[in-house]
Protein backbone atom coordinates (compact mmCIF):
# COMPACT_ATOMS: atom_id res chain seq x y z
CA UNK A 1 0.00 0.00 0.00
CA UNK A 2 1.42 3.59 -0.55
CA UNK A 3 1.02 6.33 2.25
CA UNK A 4 -1.25 8.57 1.81
CA UNK A 5 0.27 12.21 0.72
CA UNK A 6 -1.09 14.93 2.56
CA UNK A 7 -3.15 17.01 0.07
CA UNK A 8 -1.64 20.97 0.14
CA UNK A 9 -4.02 23.58 -0.49
CA UNK A 10 -3.46 25.56 -3.77
CA UNK A 11 -3.23 29.17 -2.41
CA UNK A 12 0.30 28.03 -1.13
CA UNK A 13 1.49 26.96 -4.50
CA UNK A 14 2.24 29.94 -6.52
CA UNK A 15 4.31 31.17 -3.49
CA UNK A 16 5.69 27.73 -3.53
CA UNK A 17 6.53 27.72 -7.08
CA UNK A 18 7.73 30.98 -7.09
CA UNK A 19 10.32 30.89 -4.38
CA UNK A 20 11.36 27.94 -5.87
CA UNK A 21 11.73 29.22 -9.44
CA UNK A 22 13.78 32.39 -7.78
CA UNK A 23 15.54 29.94 -5.89
CA UNK A 24 16.44 27.92 -8.80
CA UNK A 25 17.68 31.00 -11.02
CA UNK A 26 19.92 32.40 -8.57
CA UNK A 27 21.46 28.82 -7.99
CA UNK A 28 22.12 29.27 -12.05
CA UNK A 29 23.36 32.38 -12.01
CA UNK A 30 25.61 31.59 -9.82
CA UNK A 31 26.61 28.24 -10.08
CA UNK A 32 26.54 28.29 -14.53
CA UNK A 33 26.89 31.58 -15.65
CA UNK A 34 28.92 33.91 -13.72
CA UNK A 35 31.65 31.80 -13.45
CA UNK A 36 32.06 31.15 -17.06
CA UNK A 37 31.47 34.89 -17.64
CA UNK A 38 34.76 34.97 -15.11
CA UNK A 39 36.36 32.27 -16.50
CA UNK A 40 35.81 33.44 -19.92
CA UNK A 41 37.09 36.93 -19.26
CA UNK A 42 40.84 36.27 -18.63
CA UNK A 43 42.42 35.02 -22.17
CA UNK A 44 45.59 33.95 -21.30
CA UNK A 45 45.15 31.21 -18.09
CA UNK A 46 48.97 29.33 -18.47
CA UNK A 47 47.88 26.99 -20.34
CA UNK A 48 50.06 25.34 -22.96
CA UNK A 49 47.97 26.49 -25.63
CA UNK A 50 48.44 28.94 -28.88
CA UNK A 51 45.71 31.47 -29.37
CA UNK A 52 45.33 33.26 -32.94
CA UNK A 53 44.53 36.90 -32.43
CA UNK A 54 43.46 39.50 -35.22
CA UNK A 55 45.75 42.63 -35.54
CA UNK A 56 43.71 45.61 -35.32
CA UNK A 57 45.81 48.51 -35.69
CA UNK A 58 49.01 49.57 -36.30
CA UNK A 59 50.60 52.74 -35.54
CA UNK A 60 54.36 54.68 -36.10
CA UNK A 61 56.16 55.35 -32.69
CA UNK A 62 59.60 56.07 -34.65
CA UNK A 63 61.21 55.41 -37.44
CA UNK A 64 62.18 51.62 -36.41
CA UNK A 65 59.35 51.11 -33.90
CA UNK A 66 55.17 50.49 -33.97
CA UNK A 67 52.59 49.66 -31.59
CA UNK A 68 50.44 46.72 -32.78
CA UNK A 69 46.96 46.74 -31.34
CA UNK A 70 45.42 43.10 -31.44
CA UNK A 71 41.82 42.81 -30.56
CA UNK A 72 40.90 39.60 -27.49
CA UNK A 73 38.08 37.11 -28.43
CA UNK A 74 35.42 40.01 -27.11
CA UNK A 75 34.84 43.30 -25.79
CA UNK A 76 34.93 41.92 -22.60
CA UNK A 77 37.97 39.87 -22.45
CA UNK A 78 40.86 40.60 -20.51
CA UNK A 79 44.67 39.57 -21.16
CA UNK A 80 45.14 37.65 -17.75
CA UNK A 81 48.58 38.76 -16.71
CA UNK A 82 50.03 39.23 -13.87
CA UNK A 83 52.48 42.48 -12.84
CA UNK A 84 55.81 41.14 -14.61
CA UNK A 85 54.58 39.20 -17.03
CA UNK A 86 54.77 38.64 -20.81
CA UNK A 87 53.41 36.83 -23.86
CA UNK A 88 54.98 34.40 -26.05
CA UNK A 89 54.33 35.49 -29.80
CA UNK A 90 54.26 32.94 -32.94
CA UNK A 91 54.54 33.03 -36.40
CA UNK A 92 55.30 29.61 -38.59
CA UNK A 93 57.42 30.14 -41.41
CA UNK A 94 56.86 28.76 -45.31
CA UNK A 95 59.41 26.37 -44.57
CA UNK A 96 57.41 24.51 -41.35
CA UNK A 97 59.31 26.90 -38.61
CA UNK A 98 58.16 28.07 -35.87
CA UNK A 99 59.49 31.06 -34.52
CA UNK A 100 59.07 32.48 -31.24
CA UNK A 101 59.46 35.60 -29.34
CA UNK A 102 58.49 36.93 -25.59
CA UNK A 103 56.70 40.79 -25.84
CA UNK A 104 55.54 42.17 -22.67
CA UNK A 105 52.33 44.19 -23.43
CA UNK A 106 52.49 47.97 -22.81
CA UNK A 107 48.78 48.88 -22.44
CA UNK A 108 46.60 48.45 -18.72
CA UNK A 109 46.79 44.63 -17.98
CA UNK A 110 43.23 45.09 -17.35
CA UNK A 111 42.45 46.68 -20.29
CA UNK A 112 39.27 45.06 -22.26
CA UNK A 113 38.78 43.88 -25.70
CA UNK A 114 42.25 44.50 -26.86
CA UNK A 115 46.22 44.91 -25.85
CA UNK A 116 48.98 46.71 -26.95
CA UNK A 117 52.51 45.96 -27.98
CA UNK A 118 55.53 48.50 -28.70
CA UNK A 119 58.13 46.60 -31.01
CA UNK A 120 61.41 47.47 -32.35
CA UNK A 121 62.30 46.27 -35.67
CA UNK A 122 65.82 45.00 -36.40
CA UNK A 123 66.80 44.53 -40.28
CA UNK A 124 67.91 40.43 -39.17
CA UNK A 125 65.12 40.08 -36.80
CA UNK A 126 62.57 37.18 -38.30
CA UNK A 127 59.80 37.54 -35.75
CA UNK A 128 59.96 41.49 -36.03
CA UNK A 129 60.36 41.46 -39.70
CA UNK A 130 57.10 39.04 -39.90
CA UNK A 131 55.42 41.37 -37.34
CA UNK A 132 56.06 44.64 -39.45
CA UNK A 133 54.57 42.96 -42.79
CA UNK A 134 50.96 42.45 -40.95
CA UNK A 135 48.16 44.13 -42.09
CA UNK A 136 44.95 44.69 -39.82
CA UNK A 137 43.20 41.40 -39.41
CA UNK A 138 45.77 39.40 -40.38
CA UNK A 139 46.63 36.97 -36.99
CA UNK A 140 49.43 36.04 -34.41
CA UNK A 141 49.40 33.23 -32.37
CA UNK A 142 50.25 33.78 -28.53
CA UNK A 143 50.18 32.02 -25.14
CA UNK A 144 50.95 33.17 -21.75
CA UNK A 145 51.59 34.32 -19.28
CA UNK A 146 54.84 33.97 -18.71
CA UNK A 147 55.41 34.85 -15.36
CA UNK A 148 58.94 36.74 -14.04
CA UNK A 149 59.18 38.70 -11.46
CA UNK A 150 56.67 38.28 -8.71
CA UNK A 151 55.95 41.90 -7.60
CA UNK A 152 54.69 42.50 -3.84
CA UNK A 153 53.74 46.25 -2.96
CA UNK A 154 55.73 47.92 -0.49
CA UNK A 155 58.70 45.35 -0.69
CA UNK A 156 61.45 47.64 -0.88
CA UNK A 157 62.14 51.50 0.27
CA UNK A 158 62.71 51.97 -3.45
CA UNK A 159 63.28 50.19 -6.28
CA UNK A 160 66.00 50.99 -9.46
CA UNK A 161 64.96 50.53 -13.30
CA UNK A 162 67.42 50.07 -15.61
CA UNK A 163 66.48 49.85 -19.04
CA UNK A 164 68.15 50.40 -23.17
CA UNK A 165 65.62 50.72 -26.50
CA UNK A 166 62.83 47.90 -26.58
CA UNK A 167 63.90 47.21 -23.05
CA UNK A 168 61.21 49.71 -21.44
CA UNK A 169 58.53 47.79 -21.81
CA UNK A 170 58.78 45.44 -18.78
CA UNK A 171 60.34 48.27 -16.73
CA UNK A 172 56.94 50.58 -18.00
CA UNK A 173 54.81 48.13 -16.83
CA UNK A 174 56.23 47.61 -13.22
CA UNK A 175 56.59 51.30 -12.84
CA UNK A 176 53.02 52.35 -14.21
CA UNK A 177 51.04 49.61 -11.87
CA UNK A 178 53.45 51.26 -8.84
CA UNK A 179 52.71 54.54 -9.76
CA UNK A 180 49.03 53.80 -10.42
CA UNK A 181 48.75 52.04 -6.73
CA UNK A 182 47.79 54.37 -3.77
CA UNK A 183 48.65 51.81 -1.34
CA UNK A 184 52.07 50.79 -2.70
CA UNK A 185 54.67 53.66 -2.01
CA UNK A 186 57.79 52.06 -3.53
CA UNK A 187 59.44 54.90 -4.84
CA UNK A 188 61.10 54.25 -8.66
CA UNK A 189 63.77 55.83 -9.91
CA UNK A 190 64.13 55.00 -13.78
CA UNK A 191 67.01 55.40 -16.18
CA UNK A 192 66.34 54.51 -19.68
CA UNK A 193 69.33 54.94 -22.55
CA UNK A 194 68.78 55.36 -26.14
CA UNK A 195 71.14 56.77 -29.45
CA UNK A 196 69.21 59.66 -30.13
CA UNK A 197 65.86 61.53 -28.27
CA UNK A 198 63.58 60.26 -30.81
CA UNK A 199 64.26 56.64 -30.12
CA UNK A 200 63.03 56.82 -26.33
CA UNK A 201 60.05 54.71 -26.79
CA UNK A 202 57.06 55.53 -24.60
CA UNK A 203 58.33 59.25 -23.79
CA UNK A 204 54.51 60.63 -23.34
CA UNK A 205 53.37 57.93 -21.05
CA UNK A 206 56.53 57.98 -19.41
CA UNK A 207 56.17 61.72 -18.83
CA UNK A 208 52.73 62.37 -17.94
CA UNK A 209 53.67 59.39 -15.33
CA UNK A 210 56.09 61.57 -13.64
CA UNK A 211 54.85 64.23 -13.75
CA UNK A 212 51.47 62.65 -12.26
CA UNK A 213 53.58 61.22 -9.56
CA UNK A 214 56.77 63.36 -8.99
CA UNK A 215 56.75 62.69 -5.10
CA UNK A 216 57.16 58.97 -6.42
CA UNK A 217 58.80 58.64 -9.77
CA UNK A 218 62.30 60.14 -11.07
CA UNK A 219 63.21 59.53 -14.55
CA UNK A 220 66.62 60.03 -16.12
CA UNK A 221 66.98 60.29 -20.21
CA UNK A 222 70.63 59.26 -21.69
CA UNK A 223 71.08 59.49 -25.28
CA UNK A 224 74.42 58.95 -27.39
CA UNK A 225 74.04 62.16 -29.20
CA UNK A 226 71.75 64.79 -27.84
CA UNK A 227 69.76 66.66 -30.20
CA UNK A 228 67.16 70.01 -29.80
CA UNK A 229 65.99 70.95 -26.24
CA UNK A 230 66.69 67.23 -24.66
CA UNK A 231 66.54 67.38 -21.36
CA UNK A 232 68.75 64.41 -19.76
CA UNK A 233 72.14 63.07 -19.93
CA UNK A 234 74.75 62.24 -22.52
CA UNK A 235 76.42 59.17 -23.03
CA UNK A 236 76.06 55.81 -21.38
CA UNK A 237 74.46 54.94 -17.95
CA UNK A 238 77.58 54.92 -16.21
CA UNK A 239 79.00 53.11 -12.90
CA UNK A 240 79.62 56.98 -11.56
CA UNK A 241 76.31 58.25 -12.04
CA UNK A 242 74.68 55.00 -10.34
CA UNK A 243 76.76 55.50 -7.50
CA UNK A 244 76.26 59.41 -7.24
CA UNK A 245 72.33 58.93 -7.94
CA UNK A 246 70.68 55.43 -7.20
CA UNK A 247 70.25 53.50 -3.52
CA UNK A 248 73.05 51.91 -1.71
CA UNK A 249 73.84 48.37 -1.40
CA UNK A 250 72.65 48.80 2.14
CA UNK A 251 69.35 50.26 1.35
CA UNK A 252 66.28 48.27 1.15
CA UNK A 253 66.39 48.70 -2.71
CA UNK A 254 66.22 46.28 -5.71
CA UNK A 255 67.07 47.28 -9.40
CA UNK A 256 65.81 46.05 -11.87
CA UNK A 257 67.29 45.34 -15.87
CA UNK A 258 66.44 45.15 -19.05
CA UNK A 259 68.29 45.58 -22.62
CA UNK A 260 70.24 44.27 -25.17
CA UNK A 261 72.84 42.30 -24.23
CA UNK A 262 76.14 44.59 -24.47
CA UNK A 263 73.80 46.79 -22.36
CA UNK A 264 73.08 43.67 -19.70
CA UNK A 265 76.78 42.83 -19.91
CA UNK A 266 77.83 46.36 -18.78
CA UNK A 267 75.32 46.77 -16.30
CA UNK A 268 74.39 43.68 -14.93
CA UNK A 269 75.66 40.53 -16.42
CA UNK A 270 73.25 38.99 -19.08
CA UNK A 271 70.96 36.08 -18.21
CA UNK A 272 71.87 32.66 -18.39
CA UNK A 273 68.58 31.31 -19.96
CA UNK A 274 64.81 32.82 -19.98
CA UNK A 275 64.51 31.14 -17.02
CA UNK A 276 67.87 31.74 -15.26
CA UNK A 277 69.24 34.75 -13.88
CA UNK A 278 72.80 33.73 -14.31
CA UNK A 279 75.66 35.44 -12.33
CA UNK A 280 75.39 38.89 -10.98
CA UNK A 281 78.14 40.64 -13.25
CA UNK A 282 79.18 44.29 -14.65
CA UNK A 283 78.54 47.92 -12.52
CA UNK A 284 76.15 46.91 -10.28
CA UNK A 285 78.30 44.02 -8.84
CA UNK A 286 81.19 46.29 -8.86
CA UNK A 287 78.77 48.53 -6.69
CA UNK A 288 78.73 45.83 -4.15
CA UNK A 289 75.14 44.94 -4.80
CA UNK A 290 74.43 41.05 -4.56
CA UNK A 291 72.70 38.67 -6.89
CA UNK A 292 69.09 39.16 -4.35
CA UNK A 293 68.76 42.65 -5.03
CA UNK A 294 69.13 42.42 -8.90
CA UNK A 295 66.05 41.24 -11.42
CA UNK A 296 67.01 40.59 -14.86
CA UNK A 297 64.23 40.76 -17.38
Same mark, same amino acid.
Given at each position: ????????????????????????????????? %? @????????? !?? *?????? $??? #? =????????????????????????????????????????????????????????????????????????????????????????????????????????????????????????????? %? @????????? !?? *?????? $??? #? =???????????????????????????????????????????????????????????????????????????????????????????????
Amino acid at each position: MFARVPRVSNKFIPLAVGTAAVACSAFYATRFI %N @PIKNESAAV !FT *GEDKWI $DLK #L =KEVNEVSHDTKRFTFALPSPDSELGLTLCSALMAKFVTPKGSNVIRPYTPVSELNQKGEFELVIKGYPDGKMTNHLFSLKPSDTLSFKGPIKKHQWQPNSYDSITLLGAGSGITPLFQLLRSVAK %N @PEDKTKVNL !FY *GNKTPG $DIL #L =KKELDDLQQKYSDQVKITYFVDKSEGDFKGETGFISKDFLAANSAKPDEKTHFFVCGPPPFMEAISGNKKGPAEQGELKGALKDLGFKEDQVFKF
